[in-house]
C-alpha cells in the first residue's frame, strides 16, 4: 500500500496534507485557505497542482470556493474521511492523449470513405456548436468516438467511450470543463480538421500526431482556464478592497 502511496501525484500529496492541516485545527470552519500562490510557495509545487488539490477538496465538500474571495473551510475531516481521489480533467486528458493518439493511428490504416464523410460532418456542426450559447460539445464527442469506431477494434472503442463517459460523471472532471466554458474555451475547429486531413491521407504517424497535437491543446486550455479564474478572483479581491479603502478616505 506504501508503494501506491509513494507513486501519488502532486495534488494528491497535498490534499492529503492539507487534510491533515484541516483535521488538526490549523483551519476552523469558516475560515479560509491562503490564496494560491501562498500555499504553492508554502508546499512547493506549482499553482496547477493547487487548484487541482482545491478542486478535490470543493468535491469532498471540506472546502467551499466562493468566487472573488478564495477556498473556505466547510468541514473538518473526520476519523471516516479518507481522500478519495476522483479522476481530474488533467489526468484524464493525460490518459486521452495517450489513447487517443494511437486510436487515430490505427483508425487511418480502417477508415472508410463514409467514415470520413461522417468525420467531415461532424467538423461542420463542432463550429456549428462552438456559436451556441449554452456550448453543446455533442459533435465534439462524436468526432472522437467515430474515430475510435474507424479503429474496428471493440476494446478500443468501449475504453475511448469510458473516458468520455468520466468526462461526464466524474465530478472533479465536470468542474474543471466547467470551468474551461466559462471562460470561453471550445473546441478547435482546425485541430480536428487536420486530425481529419491526416486521416484521409491513410497516414498513421500523422493522425498520432494531429491528435496528439490537438489534445495537448486541449491540457493547455484546461490550465489557462484555471490560471483565468485565478486572475478573475485576484482582479475582484483587489476591486472590493479599492471599494473599501476609497470609501474609508472618503
Not at 491533515?20 to 490564496?35: D, F, I, M, T, W
Not at 487511418?108 to 464523410?117: D, G, V
Not at 474543471?176 to 487536420?194: F, G, M, Q, Y
Not at 489557462?224 to 479599492?242: G, L, M, S
Request: charged share 30%; glycine share 4%; net charge negative.
Amino acid at each position: 500500500m506504501e508503494r501506491v502511496r509513494t507513486q501519488d501525484r502532486l495534488y494528491q500529496e497535498l490534499v492529503r496534507k492539507l487534510m491533515s492541516e484541516l483535521a488538526s485545527g490549523r483551519y476552523p470552519v469558516g475560515a479560509r485557505l491562503p490564496a494560491e500562490r501562498e500555499l504553492a510557495i508554502e508546499y512547493a509545487v506549482s499553482r496547477p497542482t493547487v487548484r487541482e488539490a482545491i478542486i478535490a477538496l470543493e468535491v469532498q465538500n471540506l472546502v467551499e470556493v466562493r468566487i472573488g474571495s478564495g477556498a473556505y473551510v466547510k468541514r473538518v475531516p473526520g476519523k471516516d474521511d479518507h481522500p478519495g481521489f476522483d479522476i481530474s480533467g488533467f489526468e484524464l486528458t493525460e490518459a486521452r492523449l495517450l489513447f487517443e493518439g494511437e486510436a487515430a493511428a490505427l483508425a487511418a490504416s480502417q477508415i472508410t470513405e463514409e467514415e470520413l464523410a461522417e468525420l467531415d460532418a461532424l467538423v461542420e456542426r463542432i463550429a456549428i456548436e462552438n456559436l451556441e450559447k449554452a456550448g453543446s460539445e455533442d459533435a465534439d464527442r462524436g468526432f472522437h468516438l467515430a474515430i475510435a469506431r474507424a479503429t474496428r477494434n471493440a476494446a478500443v472503442y468501449r475504453t475511448i467511450e469510458g473516458l468520455w463517459e468520466l468526462r461526464r460523471t466524474s465530478p472533479a472532471c465536470a468542474q474543471l470543463h466547467a470551468l474551461a466554458r466559462t471562460a470561453n474555451i471550445k473546441p478547435v475547429v482546425d485541430e480536428h480538421s487536420a486530425i481529419l486531413d491526416a486521416l484521409r491521407a491513410r497516414d498513421p504517424a500523422a493522425a498520432r500526431s494531429a491528435m496528439r497535437t490537438h489534445l495537448s491543446a486541449v491540457l493547455d486550455s484546461l490550465l489557462f482556464a484555471t490560471e483565468e479564474q485565478a486572475i478573475e478572483d485576484a482582479r475582484r479581491a483587489v476591486a472590493v478592497k479599492r471599494q473599501r479603502y476609497s470609501q474609508a478616505a472618503a
